[in-house]
């Protein structure tokens, strides 16, 4: 395959070169500039020596609903752990937790802001089956509570009628037994 590239115009073209930024050199010389900053990827771009250096990504979560069960040191200890057990060392990963804003703010290579949004995926979860589970709690005890006062209103009303057919009783003995009441 003839790429028309002669090994002057390669030797012109080898470089070392960061991808962070810069361009093309435009000029007279035919090759590419150096490319400045961190990150990307360096070496002889000929060579098969490039190494890739991530870029950190920075994501923000918001934890309210999750920590309004599960206290914010059970949520870092389980991300902590779920790092760990994905093979993520702790020092490729920043993580803060900040209890007054309910924030949860991650530092890290692409795969470890995934993984943080599936914990949260599944604390969640669990804090929604948790709220469910709390409600149909208060929904048994309510209909309890509504039955426990039913039954007293019931015994109320039947309590006052037999008072009501007590003196009813005892008035209609003393109508038949010829007592007279005071006027």
Do not use: C, W
């Given at each position: 395959?003839?790429?028309?590239?002669?090994?002057g115009?390669?030797?012109?073209?080898?470089?070392?070169?960061?991808?962070a930024?810069?361009?093309y050199?435009?000029?007279g010389g035919?090759?590419?500039?150096?490319?400045?900053?961190?990150?990307?990827?360096?070496?002889?771009?000929?060579?098969?020596g490039?190494?890739?250096k991530?870029?950190?990504?920075?994501?923000?979560?918001?934890?309210?609903?999750?920590?309004?069960n599960?206290k914010?040191e059970?949520v870092?200890?389980?991300?902590?752990?779920?790092?760990?057990a994905?093979?993520q060392?702790?020092?490729?990963a920043?993580?803060?937790?900040h209890?007054?804003t309910?924030?949860?703010?991650?530092?890290?290579?692409s795969e470890?802001p995934?993984?943080?949004?599936?914990?949260?995926?599944s604390?969640?979860?669990?804090?929604?089956?948790h709220d469910?589970?709390q409600e149909?709690k208060m929904?048994?005890?309510?209909?309890r509570?509504e039955?426990e006062?039913?039954?007293?209103?019931?015994?109320r009303?039947?309590?006052?009628a037999?008072?009501?057919a007590?003196?009813?009783?005892?008035?209609?003995?003393?109508?038949?037994?010829?007592v007279k009441?005071k006027?």
């Open positions: 395959m003839d790429d028309g590239l002669d090994g115009t390669i030797g012109k073209l080898r470089k070392k070169a960061t991808l930024g810069g361009g050199e435009a000029g035919a090759g590419l500039s150096d490319f400045g900053g961190e990150g990307g990827m360096e070496g002889d771009m000929f060579d098969s490039y190494s890739v991530p870029t950190p990504i920075t994501r923000i979560y918001a934890v309210g609903r999750v920590t309004s599960v914010f059970e870092e200890k389980t991300l902590i752990a779920v790092l760990a994905a093979g060392k702790p020092e490729q920043k993580i803060s937790l209890e007054s309910n924030v949860l703010v991650v530092r890290g290579n470890i995934d993984m943080v949004a599936q914990l949260l995926e604390l969640e979860k669990n804090q929604k089956n469910e589970s149909t929904k048994l005890q309510q209909h509570f039955r006062i039913e039954e007293l209103q019931r015994a009303a039947e309590a006052e037999e008072a009501e007590r003196d009813l009783q005892k008035r209609l003995r003393d109508i038949q037994f010829g009441s006027k």
